[in-house]
């Protein structure tokens, strides 16, 4: 049964390039510690190269020019260490968590769906590289031996089976005691002058039983890659956030924008390993100094932690599911750009909410309509021209007060097929063989003065396009509603006709009963 | 020759959209078939442009005045106030919904009555409505609101501020280039008309061009002819003048003089049913000859009407 380890080397040194990957071609070095106590954690490649060893303190690295030092970041190691497990998912469902920087996982069965399995040692490989991680990966008939094989060797390596011990012969010993605290036996193992794993696989059993015991033996068991154990297999919670603690505080949205988009990137390729799409993209920014919200934030893209203050969210609902990181940049930029945090950015969190992808076929027959990706950056981008609350689709509500309404998300309904279609709109078009009668509203309605005589309208002055005598009305049509609330109304709805410059125009004269005022509430047109 | 508008009052009694006879291009062919002519190719392109798909306007008159809305072309009807404008424009956007397809309506004034479109059977959750001028209202005192802006810092809003007209030709430019709209509508009737003439034709000429191959319709309203060479389709519409029709129609027509003639018509008896509208074709330039003028009428009525 064949096994595979994804091993990442110098794990806190890749979890930071994962975000700043122009850094890959410099030696970097990653610190520990409080200032000014702090030690070099991890240094990639070019930095051993250029004598950067794991405990140097900072002060002995800076004698050295052209490195690059970093701060530990916890976060970022979460999240790398979250885009592993969902590389080594997006593979097989039976994985195991072996450490921050080292996954197992069971390839039994995998060969019919992803080929042999150099190839998909191969595949892994370049996975990973597309999660911004640079690994090892290795396949042996069992665990241990595919975790040594990553481990000691960089690149891919595919170990077959019943040739364990061979390939692992010339890995040195150490490569069984990474990551753990400096064991005694390594001590002894040197002392006897065992260097590498055909030194130990070679020693008698019995004899290293005598002086190591059970731990010697165990480890003799592993160079030879004759051990076995079963996996244990985790389930990896579906949970999709990036982050990134910056060095210095941003100021300015572009710089952000840059950012933003690797996060969204890294992201989208986390969501399609699993193939999965977003509907709710989640952004919170640690602010530096202080809170700042704008006050006419659109409810629907807004998320305050008012307990701590300086935290900033913004929350971005999509209506259909995407996984397009250009168009979730555009989003967000539009976003920020109407509501901006207000105060340096120290550092970003972004997750996304993960459902499964839209399943659509469009149809030759069908009628046109916006697709979906462009029309969510088109309202984005509408809404950034005439404000929020301004853009959406309408909904009647369930009342006789003459302007309930309200503004929704737009989001039309897929069309339908042409045959179910086609008898309701050729219905309509029979019936349509005349127009409704149309009301222009006056937002805000228009005051005027009304002469009444006999008891209806007979002049008007509003302004001075709307002014003179009433031609014909016809009314009153009374009204009223919510008297049980503080917005009660009631009102005397007159239709009126008033001789424009050439013409006579009919408009909607309203009096306010509560107020008794009278008010040109529109035209009909 | 016959009338292309023949043939279309057939067309609608049964379909949808309803194409026209292209005579020129029908002409181009006969001729090119012609044994002297073979292998010459026409001069202008132009001759063998397709005739655009034509849709319903949801109302029979003005279908058979124009044939319909064609899809890919800018369509202009203007006229004064109460003279049948928004009804017309409610009446496509009920046919257009009713089609399945989405549609957008720029309104420029914030007019648009939510209760007449649903009389007139829009179909509410495919139409988009876009209100200009909100935030201009909201920061109507321009010195108060740059003052907000210089106070804040680099992360603080910085927006321009716009007037409605140009907020309405931006959010259609940004409308026609997302595509895949049945119908785009800009409602310019309450705009001034200083306003409504300074809309360069450069907007109209870019909005033609958005619009020209696809199968959007562009539909504008206003009280004069903005677009003036980008229309394809102008229709210019007014009240006749027994503007009201009902019971009392006869009240504006013939105005009564004396006030005992008003008093023994009792207002709450009364009840304003439609308007009579006429509508006049000015240009129609999916033939390629000069434009002339055809009548129509046609009759609104109030919801409550029924």
């Keep these: ?525 | 020759m016959a009338s292309p508008l023949v043939c279309s009052q057939a067309a609608m009694n049964h379909s949808i959209a309803f194409v026209p006879e292209n005579r020129a291009a029908l002409l181009l062919n006969r001729f090119s078939a012609l044994p002297k002519f073979m292998g010459v190719t026409a001069a202008s392109r132009l001759e063998v442009r397709p005739t655009p798909e034509m849709v319903s306007t949801g109302i029979d008159a003005i279908d058979t005045l124009t044939g319909g809305l064609p899809r890919g072309c800018l369509t202009e009807i203007f006229g004064p106030t109460s003279s049948g404008r928004t009804s017309v424009l409610l009446a496509s956007l009920a046919a257009a919904t009713q089609r399945q397809e989405v549609c957008a309506l720029v309104d420029v004034t914030n007019a648009f009555d939510p209760q007449s479109a649903a009389a007139a059977k829009v179909a509410l959750d495919r139409l988009l409505w876009v209100r200009c001028g909100q935030e201009w209202k909201r920061h109507d005192d321009f010195s108060r609101a740059n003052k907000t802006f210089l106070k804040a810092g680099a992360l603080a809003p910085k927006r321009k501020m716009e007037g409605p007209v140009e907020q309405a030709l931006r959010v259609t430019d940004l409308l026609l280039q997302s595509g895949g709209f049945g119908m785009v509508a800009i409602d310019l009737s309450d705009v001034p008309l200083k306003l409504a003439r300074r809309i360069p034709l450069t907007s109209w000429f870019r909005f033609q061009r958005a619009v020209e191959n696809t199968p959007t319709v562009l539909f504008v309203i206003g009280q004069v002819p903005c677009a003036q060479t980008c229309a394809t389709l102008l229709l210019k519409l007014q009240a006749s003048g027994k503007s009201i029709v009902g019971p009392w129609s006869s009240v504006l027509g013939e105005r009564p003089t004396t006030n005992d003639q008003r008093r023994t018509i009792p207002p709450h008896a009364q009840l304003l049913d439609g308007l009579q509208v006429d509508g006049e074709l000015l240009r129609c330039r999916m033939e390629r000859k000069p434009s002339r003028s055809v009548n129509a009428a046609f009759m609104t009525k109030m919801p409550r009407a029924g």
Aim: proline content about 7%; glycine content about 6%.
């Design chain 1, 1 to 525: 049964m064949p096994f595979a380890c994804i091993f990442v080397p110098d794990f806190p040194v890749e979890a930071l390039l994962r975000a700043e990957p122009e850094l890959r071609s410099q030696a970097v070095a990653v610190l520990e510690g409080k200032a000014p106590l702090q030690k070099v954690l991890a240094g990639n490649e070019k930095a051993r190269r250029a004598g950067v060893e794991v405990g140097m303190t900072k002060l002995q690295i800076e004698a050295c020019t052209d490195f690059v030092l970093r701060a530990r970041s916890l976060l970022q190691e979460a999240a790398a260490h979250s885009a592993l497990l969902d590389c080594a998912q997006s593979f097989s469902p039976r994985i195991e968590d072996a450490g921050d920087d080292t996954i197992l996982f069971d390839l039994a069965g995998l060969g019919p769906l992803f080929g042999p399995l150099p190839k998909i040692a191969r595949d892994l490989a370049r996975r990973a590289s597309e999660f911004g991680l640079e690994a090892n990966v290795a396949v042996a008939s069992n665990p241990d031996t595919a975790m040594l094989a990553a481990r000691g060797f960089s690149g891919v390596t595919v170990i077959p089976a019943g040739r364990e011990a061979e390939q692992l012969s010339n890995l040195p010993v150490d490569v069984l005691f990474v990551g753990a605290v400096p064991s005694p036996i390594l001590e002894t193992f040197d002392r006897w002058g065992v260097r590498n794993l055909r030194g130990l696989a070679a020693l008698p059993d019995v004899a290293l039983s005598e002086r190591l015991g059970q731990e010697g033996v165990r480890l003799q068991q592993l160079a030879r890659g004759s051990i076995s154990r079963t996996l244990v297999p985790v389930e990896p919670p579906l949970i999709f956030e990036e982050a990134i603690e910056l060095e210095y505080p941003l100021m300015l949205l572009e710089p952000l924008a840059f950012l933003l988009s690797r996060l969204l990137e890294q992201l989208c390729a986390r969501l399609g390993a699993r193939a999965l799409a977003t509907q709710e993209l989640r952004l919170r920014l640690e602010l530096e100094n202080g809170w700042h919200a704008e006050d006419d934030c659109a409810p629907q893209s807004t998320a305050l932690d008012l307990s701590d203050r300086r935290i900033f969210q913004r929350t971005l609902r999509l209506p259909v599911p995407l996984l397009d990181a250009r168009i979730f940049l555009k989003l967000l930029q539009l976003d920020l750009k109407a509501n901006p945090p207000g105060a340096p950015i120290a550092k970003i969190y972004l997750s996304a909410e993960p459902v499964r992808p839209r399943a659509a076929q469009s149809g030759l027959f069908l009628p046109p309509s916006p697709e979906p990706e462009k029309l969510e950056l088109t309202l984005a981008r509408i809404t950034g021209i005439v404000g929020e609350g301004s853009v959406g689709s309408l909904e009647i509500l369930d009342t006789h007060h003459p302007h309930g309404f309200s503004m929704r998300r737009f989001a039309p309904t897929e069309p339908q097929r042409l045959d179910t279609w086609s008898s309701s709109s050729e219905k309509h078009i029979s019936e349509s063989n005349s127009a409704i009668t149309a009301l222009r509203i006056f937002r805000p309605p228009l005051r005027a003065t009304v002469t009444l005589r006999h008891g209806k309208p007979a002049r008007i002055v509003c302004s001075k396009q709307i002014q003179g005598d009433i031609l014909w009305a016809a009314g009153p049509w009374r009204s009223s509603g919510d008297w049980w609330e503080q917005e009660g109304w009631s009102r005397d709805e007159w239709d009126i006709a008033v001789q424009a410059e050439s013409h006579i125009a009919l408009y909607r004269l309203v009096y306010d009963r509560l107020s008794g005022r009278w008010f040109l509430e529109g035209n009909y047109d």
